[in-house]
């Protein structure tokens, strides 16, 4: 069975870091792209980061270009969002997808349960 597991989000200071971790089964990180998507009160969800099948491509939402990484393990079958720099806007709820195999096609076929992310002082 396919799953997706999100662990990591928490309540951080504006500035803070945070890194989360999106722990898949029923499938191998080099079958499927993984995705993060963020869904804040009020407003539409929004695609964070993407990392192809290969690992050999990833992309970013403006919003979060030169603050946050995505990178994965393969060999603990996880992906990682590491978010330095974070701001109120970043508040959300965050999740891990999967689906297609580049950052080009419709990574979201698969969610995760979401985590929690609130950037306030």
């Known amino acids: 069975q396919l799953q997706l597991v999100e662990s990591g989000g928490g309540l951080v200071q504006p500035g803070g870091s945070l890194r989360l971790s999106c722990a898949v089964s029923g499938f191998t990180l080099d079958y499927y792209a993984i995705g993060w998507f963020r869904q804040a009160p009020g407003k539409e969800r929004e695609g964070v980061s993407c990392?192809?099948?290969?690992?050999?491509?990833?992309n970013y939402a403006d919003s979060v270009k030169g603050r946050f990484t995505i990178s994965r393990d393969n060999a603990k079958n996880t992906v990682y969002l590491q978010m330095n720099s974070l701001k109120p806007e970043d508040t959300a709820v965050y999740y891990c997808?999967?689906?297609?195999?580049?950052?080009?096609?419709?990574?979201?076929?698969?969610w995760g349960q979401g985590t929690q992310v609130t950037v306030s002082s």
């Open positions: 997808t999967a689906g297609g195999s580049s950052c080009l096609d419709p990574v979201d076929d698969y």
């Open positions: 990392i192809s099948s290969s690992g050999g491509s990833t």
